[in-house]
């Protein structure tokens, strides 16, 4: 029962996000061919809002669920692993015309193919967990 309110808030997000269109491979392939801003719009406005939302938290001093003062740490210096991140995800991102967070959507609306998909994300997960110690931090 504990569990019942992330179920409710993954189906609203799902909803919302089938209804923007986040989910749409057409809307993906708009935006790798800066073809259409509404992607870049859907993600501009994710940004602000977790700025808005981190700024909230900071100034505020919200503490989480059991109490705790909630601390966000700071980004290491360096850009080349941000870049090369970036880079990777984001071909990633147009090679499978699908970011993470829409794969449970799509599987849910009953598009069975994007289970490959999600058996790469896994798959990229546990090679990374492999590999973490190897890589530049």
């Given at each position: 029962m504990n569990l019942l309110k992330y179920i409710i808030v993954g189906f609203?997000?799902?909803?919302?996000?089938?209804?923007?269109?986040?989910?749409s491979w057409y809307r993906i392939y708009e935006m790798f061919q800066f073809q259409s801003i509404h992607m870049y719009g859907i993600i501009t406005v994710a940004i602000i809002t977790g700025f808005i939302g981190l700024q909230f938290i900071k100034r505020k001093q919200i503490k989480d669920i059991n109490?705790?003062?909630?601390y966000i740490q700071d980004k290491e210096k360096g850009n080349a692993r941000y870049w090369i991140g970036g880079i990777l995800f984001g071909l990633g991102w147009a090679m499978v015309g699908a970011c993470p967070g829409p794969i449970f959507i799509l599987l849910g609306a009953g598009f069975l193919s994007v289970g490959l998909i999600l058996i790469g994300a896994i798959f990229g997960t546990f090679l990374y967990g492999v590999l973490k110690d190897k890589l530049p931090h």
């Open positions: 609203i997000f799902g909803i919302i996000l089938t209804k923007a269109e986040a989910v109490g705790k003062p909630i």
